[in-house]
């Protein structure tokens, strides 16, 4: 499975943005799926993620209330929706896919990861 995360960009505190997380090579509506982030001289961090079939998600607290995950198994792409973002939500963001289909917070439990886009919000 290889992943290609985009939409990232430089946005002012407040906006909202949608990052895509695109699939090839193999479906990946039976894998969970997660978003990470790392910001400079972070650890890498988790996110939200969600079951294969979109019943369960979940969320770190700092964004929960103001980003969505979501998914279209039909398009292969998974989705984060990022609202009234904040200058400390800037960092590159990495998708992730765990082929147990389960979700998790814990990096270690992903199979694959795409190769990041990055969000910088101003204040």
């Known amino acids: 499975v290889q992943l290609q995360a985009s939409g990232g960009g430089l946005v002012q505190a407040g906006d909202s943005l949608r990052l895509s997380c695109a699939a090839s090579?193999?479906?990946?509506?039976?894998?969970?799926m997660g978003w990470f982030r790392q910001a400079p001289g972070k650890e890498r961090e988790f996110v939200a993620a969600?079951?294969?079939?979109?019943?369960?998600?979940y969320y770190a607290d700092f964004v929960k209330g103001r980003f969505t995950i979501s998914r279209d198994n039909a398009k292969n792409v998974v989705y984060l929706q990022m609202n009234s973002l904040k200058p400390e939500d800037t960092a590159v963001y990495y998708c992730?896919?765990?082929?147990?289909?389960?979700?998790?917070?814990?990096?270690?439990?992903?199979?694959?990861w795409g190769q990041g886009t990055l969000v910088t919000v101003s204040s």
């Open positions: 992730a896919a765990s082929s147990t289909s389960y979700y998790y917070t814990d990096v270690s439990r992903y199979d694959y």
């Open positions: 090579g193999r479906t990946i509506s039976r894998y969970g």
């Open positions: 969600l079951r294969w079939n979109s019943d369960i998600t």
